[in-house]
């Protein structure tokens, strides 16, 4: 299994722009479909969007569509999270997931469900 290591949480006003990188080891990279999750203080984790294998194809939770992209780069083993114009609820524990199955099918598979996952990264929004 991948092991994966967030990176790039901290404080930030709001309409701040961070970017969240999670790092990939112990496997093919490119053969896993990613996922970012969050999970805001005392609410359950939910998802913030999935990406491909290919990294073509992506979708996203409405709530961050037009502020929040996620891509990869598949020769650094790193996805990452950029998060533009952010808001007070966006703050939450960030978390980046990894689903192996994806590679039993086309590279432009949405991952639906997640492995591997990484520890965390604390986001947090001041108004």
């Known amino acids: 299994q991948v092991q994966l290591v967030e990176s790039g949480g901290g404080l930030v006003q709001a309409g701040d722009s961070l970017r969240l990188s999670c790092t990939a080891s112990g496997d093919t990279f490119s053969d896993y479909g990613m996922g970012w999750f969050r999970q805001p203080p005392g609410k359950a984790r939910e998802i913030v969007g999935a990406l491909s294998r290919s990294g073509t194809v992506i979708r996203y939770v409405d709530s961050v569509k037009g502020r929040f992209t996620i891509s990869r780069d598949n020769a650094k083993n790193t996805v990452y999270l950029q998060m533009n114009s952010l808001k007070p609820e966006d703050t939450a524990v960030y978390y980046c997931?990894?689903?192996?199955?994806?590679?039993?099918?086309?590279?432009?598979?949405?991952?639906?469900?997640?492995?591997?996952w990484g520890q965390g990264t604390q986001v947090t929004v001041s108004s």
């Open positions: 997931a990894a689903d192996s199955a994806a590679k039993y099918y086309s590279s432009t598979y949405l991952p639906t469900t997640f492995g591997s």
